[in-house]
């Protein structure tokens, strides 16, 4: 491979290192020994000749696969021509047999000599005596004798054998072929950025992407929001201690906020004024995470007491009455989903065998504990985040620090156990733990998981059947990294503390 690259301060020295970040410029990530010391992407350069060496083994791979698969091909095309010979010689045969039985027939003509009267008188004696006459005798032998023949001949079994055979070749090929959903091709594009000195732990959008919800340690902030520039409206001081989360109503313009101070407060947008609710407090710490039912009319808040709360929510009355508690986690809860049905919640706590499955029957109005996920490869470790891909399907993010995976746990006869086969690997990073906040978000329209895991973004495609590929990776220069994507992924948006402030991407989809 050969590269027209330089580095962008010296033209004159051999570039060296290529950082792994698509979102700078081309001219930005080539960088010369001399700037790759000290560019604050460092660790995420790669050497030119690991980036040769990657690139090559890779296509090698596909090279390998196109090559193999030409090999099945190949014989594939021997092996049905083989099947096409034994029917060709089948029907071959058949229609000589055929032949040479229209020849014998024809060849019995009533000739002349035969017409002597000596023959005639034996003839007429047959007749006389019931008897077949010598070539009606002949007629009936020869029809006889070839399909005796035929029938020995051609088996019909054999015919289907061979059919078989040929179905079987086709269902090896099926299962054999290397076949995936396309993937989608993310490109980023950095639009704008927006300073803001403290802290941002929780951002959520409104269902038209207008409004942007953001905190400010304790403040909440609400910004409009026009394909990706945003200005600030209003700050709500509705909490005394910073907010961790935030959920957005995708009915009505109204939003649930859960703060270090232990409550719960509903705001929502009357007669173009944001009115807030009283602080609901019912949880002895602080609120980790929110959860809205589909008729949202139920709220699910997870804290640092170890409990889970069901509130039962009016949002016409700015209103959340205690409905009932779910103590079983023996830590911090920081990740809670229901399923599509909703029969189904699970939370996760800041611990090892801390995968809880909650449950209730078709006519039951509460959830109760079910039991704790067994885990396997993933025992021993913790998580903070969790998420439902379907009734029967959900993952679970780790957050220890040199351990970087997401699992999948599936339900087969009503429990769910972990799927190795489908467990993908993260980047690898030893030195940090993941954080709870910037919850995962799924893009329904076109199946796209967004996963923040410790400093790096994920884009992650659900092909069906819980196999998620990796299809974009955001390098973030911090762990602090808090933000979503609008509502359709067409924007992302995050607050981070190494540029101490708002960045908006643009996200397209190709
Ligand atoms: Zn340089």
Known sequence: ????????????????????????????????????????????????KDAIFRIESKQNEVKNDIQNQTNTLNKIVEQVKNLLNQLNFYYGSLISQIENWKEDLTKMTFKDNENNSQFFLQELDRINQKQMLSKEKQFYETNRAYLLKMIHGFNTNDFRKKLEE????????FKETKIKVPEYNIKLKKINQIKQDSCCLSLVFNQFNTLMISTKLHQIQIWSFDKGIINLKQILDVHTKWVNCLVYSKKIDAFISGSDDSTIVITKLVNEKWVSSKPFHRHQMEVYCLLLNQEEDLLFSGSCDKSIIVWKLDFQKNQLEFHYQLDKHKNSIYSLSLNQKENILISCANQKDQIIVWGKEEKEDKLTFKYIVKQKDSKNLYGKKIFFLSDNRFLWVTANDGVDKIFIFESTKGVFEENKEKTIELVQNQEIEDQFEFPIIEINQNKIILVRHKNQIHFLQDQGNGKLVKIYCMQCLTKNTYGSLTSKGEFLVYWDNDILGYQIYEVNYT
Do not use: T
């Open 166 to 173: 040929l179905q079987k070749i086709l269902v090896k090929l």
């Open 1 to 48: 491979m050969n590269f027209a690259f330089q580095c962008l301060n010296h033209n004159d020295v051999q570039p060296e290192y290529i950082v792994l970040n698509s979102s700078l410029s081309d001219q930005e990530r080539i960088l010369c020994e001399k700037c790759w010391k000290i560019s604050k992407w460092k660790s995420n350069a790669i050497s030119q």
